[in-house]
Nanobody, 124 residues
Framework: QVQLVESGGGLVQVGDSLRLSCAASGHDLASYSQAWFRQAPGKGREFVAAISWSGGRTNYANSVKDRFTISRGSPKSTVSLQMNNLKPEDTAGYYC?????????????????WGQGTQVTVSS
């Protein structure tokens, strides 16, 4: 089982940037990919981006592909989501998740563990 803790959310203006972090802990972390999902009030959980343990493979939702970057940091168990040119529609709770299969899937049901989330609010 992997434990995930997100940080870095906040209130920003349209066009601003924000960087989220997800710290993973637990056993056998090298077997897991990590991903970011988001959920706005009244909506389902939406895939944002995913990254393999090595960092060599990534997957993005079309809605964020040119604005967001997912990466692994130091230690490697930390994954960041750099969000640029933020829009009001990016407002949501952002959740980190891990997947033992490392398929980098966009389906929430593929993921084994979830963090508690961090709120991002983009004000116009």
């Amino acid at each position: 089982q992997v434990q995930l803790v997100e940080s870095g959310g906040g209130l920003v203006q349209v066009g601003d940037s924000l960087r989220l972090s997800c710290a993973a802990s637990g056993h056998d972390l090298a077997s897991y990919s990590q991903a970011w999902f988001r959920q706005a009030p009244g909506k389902g959980r939406e895939f944002v981006a995913a990254i393999s343990w090595s960092g060599g493979r990534t997957n993005y939702a079309n809605s964020v592909k040119d604005r967001f970057t997912i990466s692994r940091g130091s230690p490697k168990s930390t994954v960041s989501l750099q969000m640029n040119n933020l829009k009001p529609e990016d407002t949501a709770g952002y959740y980190c998740a891990s997947d033992y299969t490392q398929r980098l899937s966009g389906g929430p049901h593929e993921y084994d563990s979830w963090g508690q989330g961090t709120q991002v609010t983009v004000s116009s």
